[in-house]
């Protein structure tokens, strides 16, 4: 399974984005993490094939909402109110976790990654 992830950019603090990723082929499950320079990848948010189940990272609950186009083999990571630690590298996750999927080595398949940079 490949996936394409797009969406990252250079945004100010406050502001949105939507971050985007494609799969070659559908998945069970979908996420995101992101990545700080000399740290473990940290788990944003994932959603099940037909979103009855999705979860959040404590920073990002509440200001970010991940949904499916399961038309599309895609996910979708929107983020709101953009603070200066949301700076990461964020991955795109897939597969079928069979533990806590909050873990990055639940995961099979990963994304390239995509720079998102909050400025004040």
């Known amino acids: 399974v490949q996936l394409q992830a797009s969406g990252g950019g250079l945004v100010q603090a406050g502001d949105s984005l939507r971050l985007s990723c494609t799969a070659s082929e559908r998945t069970y499950a979908m996420g995101w993490f992101r990545q700080y320079p000399g740290k473990e990848r940290e788990f944003v948010a994932a959603t099940v094939f037909r979103g009855e189940a999705t979860d959040y990272g404590t920073s990002v609950k509440g200001r970010s909402t991940i949904s499916r186009d399961n038309a599309k083999n895609s996910v979708h990571l929107r983020m709101n109110s953009l603070k200066l630690e949301d700076t990461a590298i964020y991955y795109c996750?897939?597969?079928?976790?069979?533990?806590?999927?909050?873990?990055?080595?639940?995961?099979?398949?990963w994304g390239q990654g995509t720079q998102v940079t909050v400025s004040s």
């Open positions: 996750a897939a597969g079928t976790p069979r533990t806590d999927w909050t873990k990055y080595a639940s995961w099979d398949y």
